[in-house]
């Protein structure tokens, strides 16, 4: 039977499993290598910050995400934006806090212990508990250890250890159980471990709690003599036991037959810079607060595998707690300020406490190591040794001058320096590249897969290309002897030269035979094509097509035009933002990483027309990138000045995104008095708000505290404005003078990471002022009716005065128009009385006329003795008889009824008289004839009636 086919089978397979398990060796190194990580990002709150004194004992969050801080002035709340102090002035200091199942606040004090209780206007109120222990007039020792195991709370005092159980109703029906001490058998610390409650009671052990027991736990006495500060959960069954003492540390774990000594790393630390306490993140996760340097962390080994300290972020080397909310931030109190460490965070930096030193200009990774270029030389990673607990960076000998750029192609290293172009093999050993008419400062190059570009200060671009496994140096380009700072061969054949800052030079090169190029073109790009002037600019190609970056946005080069296009940069919500940009590097998945003076570290999607800027994976105020390197397993780095390296792991896995709520934290009405702090039982109903409300603001936060979450807000008020505001990182917002009305101030929040937060709100009503209210127009009703009828009833007062006045003034009018005609008729009676008299004198002087110039005459004749007896006889008879006449005249007029004035002749009017008859007297009798003229003497006129 042939056997050599089974043998030469199972060699192949050997070899086959060989080459993986070398594969997978080089892959799992390169994770190892790629994955190295330098310092988390460390932000630190000082006593000016958090308005407390600096001292903090502990730190906790509650289910909103806001953070609580045990500090020596007293509770103090943070919720990413603003700090708060709950006021218990009487109950300074608060030294531990836990937190319940049902997320209830359980806080101990230096003399007392209890709960924190809501309040809807003021937020977090502490409720004592303390009056339910039998002794609650002793004083406490400080309450320093507060444990929860579901929702209930044990808290440890060194005489006493009390155990609160909530009721159904709360604080109504729970109950308080304490525990006292024996002769000298202490409470020192206590833990819950695998759903058990473990106390540790100096000169008795380790116990536990077993109904209202305290119980002696397995083996537990063993450790009756020593004092620990922390016991933990250690592996699957067993427990970390980790004390203090004067001649140094003594950790233990527990096994089968008792507990036995812990000699690892973590112990060595321990005894050379003392601890204060430890305690279990995860799994393989644990931290110890020294006393003199800082935090160190170590794993499920006992290893040390990093540490944390002052001189690594941290506020103080004497750290008393840390504790680890939901996004993986770990926050650390200390004797002075609090800190809080982004460990989760996919962002970590390197400087020079790891050894890089210089402003860092460029990168590049050649055979797996990152090599990185400063103006102080060549600098390369490496990980970290047995004694380190992180990378270093070592200077590659030979390189210790100003670097321009560091690049690998075909299993070279090519290093520009001041001195020139320089490459590094396999070996370590540098080697210049010499040239027959090539030498110089080398401050930009390019190297594809065949061909390299370098751009020198005074010598123009020098042209290599690779061939039969080496680079031969062809020759310099000609007419290009400026000053180049960028290369980039971009597409169709083209060669961009970014020029001493001035512009951009586009060369069309063509190449011979022997590879030697040859300028075809040589066109200048400014202003007078579509670019800034003068400007620093960055060209890359994406997609096919090139693109510019530069301190004033982003550009594209249109083809057909020969022209630069500017192109808007917007941010998800079309916000226009800041479009300084530095160092622009395709990652080809559609985006750009780049830098910009507010936004270190961004990322962009390009389209034809419009840059869509996503949110800032950093945000670092004051820090400029120089350079952006996207590694081969996509890290991003970031060079900056001041020998500062960031990297941004996006493949790294974060800790889940906790589903925190946008909280309005504040709103304060006339800008000084708070309406409400923080707790979201007030904002479900409207409050009501006096009408002569001058303003009210709203300060608002996002309890979301890593580096890169970047939160920003939109916010509106339903009732003034529907639509949301544009995306913005301001925390507050005010309302002057609103007018009265019902509203609903909603703000809602986003990260960099995660999904949208829930939205806020808080209802409020601005009443109307008294005279705005409807009882007021009721009024104004009633006062308009009453004034519209007092009005008319005016009116018809003022009509009927102005009738009686007309009416007075037309009776006055009347009387003095009847005196008048009175007065008329009367002196036209007069008139008539005397034109009648006169008249009348008239007729009555006719009347006598007549008889008296009988007499007259009669007398006349009778007087000249010139008439006879008997003519005087008859003369007599006629004056008798003229004297009768005038008598009956006489009669006549006595006796008058009536006189009118009648119609006479040719328009004449004459007066007749109707008389009373007074007498039957008549004249019978004719007159004579007068007597004739004698002797010249006229005769008396003749009697006429």
Known sequence: MDRTKPAGH????????????????????????????????????????????????????????????????????????????????DKIPPLSLAKGSSGTIYVGYSDDFGLLRTNEQRGYRFHSLKHLADDDREALDGVWTTITHGDTAYFVENERLFRWKPGPNGLEDGTLHTWKHGENNWFVVANVIRDTVFVFRYGLGLMHVEGDSLVSSPLGKDLAGISPHSILEWGDNSILVATWGVEGELWYTRTETGFEP???????????????????????????????????????????????????????????????????????????????????????????????????????????????????????????????????????????????????????????????????????????????????????????STRMYIGTVYNGIQYFEYRGNRWDYIGQLSDVGEHITAIHPGPHGNLWLNVETRYLRRLLLNYDTDGVPEIRENEVYDSTRGLPTPDTFFPFTMDGELYVGSMVGFYRYDVASDRFHRLPSVAADGDTVVHDVTSPVADGKGGVWFGASSMPLVRAEIRRDTVRLDVPVSHEPGLVLETVFIDEDGTIWGGSGGSRLMQYSPYRHDPPTPNYPTLVSEVSINEDSVLFEGLPSISQRSVSLRPDLQSISFRYALPYYRADAYPEYQYRVRGLQDDWSGWTRQTARSLVRPPAGRYTFEVRSRTRIGQPAEAASFQFEIRPAWYNTAWAYMVYLLLLGGLVWLIVRFNLRKAVQREQQLQRLLDRRAEEAIR??????????????????????????????????????????????????????????????????????????????????????????????????????????????????????????????
């Open 820 to 945: 008048q005609y009175d007065k008329a008729r009367r002196s036209r009676i007069e008139a008539e009385r005397l034109r009648t008299a006169s008249q009348l004198a008239a007729t009555i002087a006719h009347e006598f006329n007549n008889p008296l110039s009988i007499i007259a005459g009669a007398c006349d004749l009778l007087s000249s003795k010139q008439v006879d007896e008997e003519h005087q006889k008859k003369w007599i008879d006629k004056v008798r008889h003229q004297v009768k006449r005038m008598s009956q005249l006489v009669d006549k007029l006595l006796g008058i009824e009536e006189i009118r004035e009648i119609d006479y002749a040719a328009g004449k009017k004459i007066i007749d008289i109707h008389m009373q008859q007074r007498s039957a007297e008549t004249d019978t009798g004719t007159n004579p004839a007068p007597p004739s003229e004698s002797n010249g003497r006229k005769a008396p006129p003749e009697e006429t009636d």
């Open 10 to 89: 199972a060699l192949c397979r050997l070899m086959i499993l060989l080459c993986l398990l070398c594969a997978i060796s080089s892959a799992r190194a390169g994770e190892k290598t790629h994955g190295m990580r330098g310092l988390p990002y460390v932000e630190t709150y000082f006593p000016a910050q958090t308005g407390g004194w600096g001292q903090c004992f502990d730190a906790l969050q509650d289910n909103r995400g806001v953070l609580l801080l045990a500090d020596l002035h007293g509770l103090l709340t943070y919720d990413g934006e603003n700090w708060n102090r709950i006021d218990h002035t």
């Open 262 to 448: 812990f000699s690892r790393e973590i112990v060595s630390f321990s005894n050379t810079y003392g601890s204060s306490y430890a305690q279990q993140l995860n799994d393989s996760v644990y931290t110890l607060c020294s006393e003199k340097n800082g935090v160190a962390f170590f794993d499920d080994t006992g290893a040390v595998t990093h540490v944390m300290n002052k001189e690594r972020g941290l506020s103080d080397n004497g750290p008393l707690s840390v504790y680890e909310d939901e996004s993986g931030s770990l926050w650390v109190t200390s004797n002075y300020g609090l800190s809080r460490i982004d460990q989760g965070a996919p962002l970590s930096y390197f400087d020079e406490r790891m050894g890089l030193r210089g402003n860092v200009i460029k990168l590049s990774r050649h055979n797996g190591r990152l090599y990185v270029a400063t103006d102080q030389g060549l600098y390369l990673l490496k990980e970290r040794g047995r004694s380190e607990d992180l990378p270093r960076f070592t200077q590659v000998g030979g390189v210790n001058v100003w670097t321009w750029c560091v690049a690998s192609a075909h299993g070279e290293l090519f290093i520009s320096t001041y001195y020139g172009l320089f490459e590094l093999a396999d070996s370590p050993t540098l080697a210049k590249v010499r040239t027959k008419d090539y030498s110089g400062e080398c401050i930009a190059f390019s190297i594809d």
